[in-house]
């Protein structure tokens, strides 16, 4: 089993829509959870950053972290084509930044 | 503000030749961590250095190897080519060696691909 659970997609919505991008990780051990976005042909770029169960929002996003089910999740909503990326989940453990990331999940969002 | 620079951005070599790639940190960075991004696949972690000294190491043998500058800029250096080699290389600078509330900055990655 991986550290760290991703679904690959990709997921296509129309533009409007709310967008869920789910995490699981098996390491109770984990402190920290990170959400990146990747556009074709660039590097990651870091969107929300957390240490603790419940919710953090900013802007469009929401990020949610459930420490007892090890499930984490980004929100989008009112989607738009320029949201149109691959999302990374980055989980670490305290003490060090090296995060762990998720394979990806491609996310399209039509006009 | 410059932000972190990668060199070359695509290269192709043979298997079992060498390869170097370059890293600029972004300004007033001192910790640069490399990772290799498998089609598909989230970035894996291949090490970090810290004011030229290698600060953790990520499941890679030892023809990974780097380096990094009094300007803390960095190298990757990879040996004897493998076809499994073939990925994007991602540098990813920041300002603190550990800490948790510490972004890492992406460059755009170096494209290697090994025939």
């Known amino acids: 089993q991986k550290e760290v659970e991703q679904d690959p997609g990709p997921l296509s919505v129309p533009e409007g829509a709310i967008v869920s991008l789910n995490c699981t990780y098996s390491?109770?051990?984990?402190?920290?959870f990170m959400w990146y976005r990747q556009y074709s042909r660039k590097g990651p770029e870091l969107l929300m950053y957390?240490?603790?169960?419940g919710n953090k929002e900013d802007g469009r996003f929401t990020a949610q972290v459930d420490k007892s089910s090890k499930y984490i999740s980004l929100f989008i909503r009112d989607s738009q084509p320029s949201d149109s990326a691959t999302y990374l989940c980055?989980?670490?453990?305290?003490?060090?930044?090296?995060?762990?990331f998720g394979r990806g999940t491609s996310l399209i969002v039509h006009p | 503000e410059t932000g972190v620079t990668q060199s070359p951005t695509h290269l192709i070599k043979t298997r079992g030749q060498q390869v170097t790639l370059r890293c600029s940190s972004q300004?007033?960075?001192?910790?640069v961590s490399w990772y290799q991004q498998a089609l598909g696949q989230g970035p894996q972690f291949i090490f970090q250095?810290?004011?030229?000294?290698?600060?953790g190491r990520g499941n890679f043998p030892p023809r990974f190897s780097g380096l990094q500058f009094p300007n803390y800029s960095s190298e990757l250096n990879v040996n004897a080519l493998e076809l499994d080699d073939s990925a994007l290389y991602l540098c990813?600078?920041?300002?603190?060696?550990?800490?948790?509330?510490?972004?890492?900055?992406f460059g755009p990655g170096t494209r290697l691909t090994v025939l």
């Open positions: 250095y810290y004011r030229e000294e290698e600060n």
């Open positions: 957390t240490y603790s169960s």
């Open positions: 980055a989980i670490s453990h305290g003490g060090s930044y090296i995060p762990t």
């Open positions: 300004s007033g960075h001192n910790t």
């Open positions: 390491n109770s051990a984990f402190q920290y």
């Open positions: 990813a600078s920041s300002p603190y060696r550990t800490s948790n509330d510490n972004e890492q900055f």
